[in-house]
């Protein structure tokens, strides 16, 4: 598990640092093309377009890092009724749904589509349109690790104890 662990910090920092820097880049982007859209009447338009492109992979960096770091949003209504073990095997389930979910569309058909796009070129920043849609398959591969870390997580929790009717540890059901 500490192994785990440590693997996960790793991917906390990258996608905390990647989804930060996007978003300041998005933000600089945003406000010179309103400073020269409105200030010196000449609009850019690469910088709408990345900026663009950018919010797309802020949004996947976020929800991978918000899956990972247990803070997305949840109903346990009837979840938590259930006892320590029920929860556990709940939270297990609902993973590895998660988990063949993700590896079928995020990274499978993420990854083919990233490919398929490979040869088609935006007209406007004249690169290639694979890169736009790799988020899919690259953050995919994240949420599969932190789907894998949860069940493993979620083992220990109720191994050690920690897991009660009503405790507030789920998160993933």
Not at 75 to 103: G, Q, R, S
Not at 125 to 152: E, H, R
Request: aromatic share 14%; hydrophobic share 50%.
């Amino acid at each position: 598990m500490k192994f785990l662990e440590a693997i996960k910090k790793v991917f906390d920092k990258i996608l905390e640092i990647l989804g930060t820097t996007t978003l300041g880049i998005m933000s600089i982007l945003v406000v010179y093309q309103v400073v020269v859209r409105y200030i010196f009447n000449a609009p850019s338009t690469f910088s709408g377009v990345l900026s663009q492109y950018l919010f797309v992979w802020m949004i996947m960096f976020g929800s991978a890092y918000v899956y990972g770091s247990r803070e997305h949003l949840t109903i346990d209504l009837l979840k938590d009724k259930f006892p320590p073990a029920m929860n556990m095997v709940v939270e297990i389930i609902t993973n590895i749904c998660l988990l063949a979910f993700i590896w079928l569309v995020c990274v499978r058909g993420g990854w083919a589509y990233t490919l398929s796009q490979v040869k088609r070129i935006d007209s406007t920043l004249n690169i290639s349109m694979s890169y736009i849609y790799a988020a899919l398959p690259f953050t995919g591969v994240v949420t599969l690790f932190y789907a894998v870390y949860n069940c493993a997580r979620a083992v220990k929790e109720y191994k050690e104890g920690k897991r009660k009717t009503g405790d507030p540890l789920g998160g993933t059901a």
